[in-house]
Nanobody, 123 residues
Framework: QVQLVESGGGWVQAGGSLRLSCAAS????????MGWFRQAPGKEREFVAA????????HYADSVLGRFTISRDNVKNTVYLQMISLKPEDTAVYYC????????????????WGKGTLVTVSS
């Protein structure tokens, strides 16, 4: 079992930056691939970023490539999402996810989800 708790969401002006954190507990963090998803009002949940167990493989949605960076610290049992040059269309609830298989992270069919943290970007 893995429990995930996101933090770091909030309000920011367009062009600003935020760093989201996801703290994991309950199992061996280094065994899990991790990812971030988001859901904007009136839209489906979408993939944002993924990172594999040892952190040597990363993938990003085209909409955030070059602006967002996913990273992990297997000592602190935490995954991060550094977001820069934020746009109003980045406004969404951001969810942390974990799974034992990397392909599951890419398609969102994961075993564990956090409860989300809200990011609001004003124009």
């Amino acid at each position: 079992q893995v429990q995930l708790v996101e933090s770091g969401g909030g309000w920011v002006q367009a062009g600003g930056s935020l760093r989201l954190s996801c703290a994991a507990s309950g199992s061996t963090f280094s065994n899990y691939n991790m990812g971030w998803f988001r859901q904007a009002p009136g839209k489906e949940r979408e993939f944002v970023a993924a990172i594999n167990r040892n952190g040597d493989m990363r993938h990003y949605a085209d909409s955030v490539l070059g602006r967002f960076t996913i990273s992990r610290d297997n000592v602190k049992n935490t995954v991060y999402l550094q977001m820069i040059s934020l746009k109003p269309e980045d406004t969404a609830v951001y969810y942390c996810a974990a799974d034992l298989t990397y392909p599951a992270i890419r398609v969102g069919k994961v075993d564990y989800w956090g409860k989300g943290t809200l990011v609001t970007v004003s124009s």
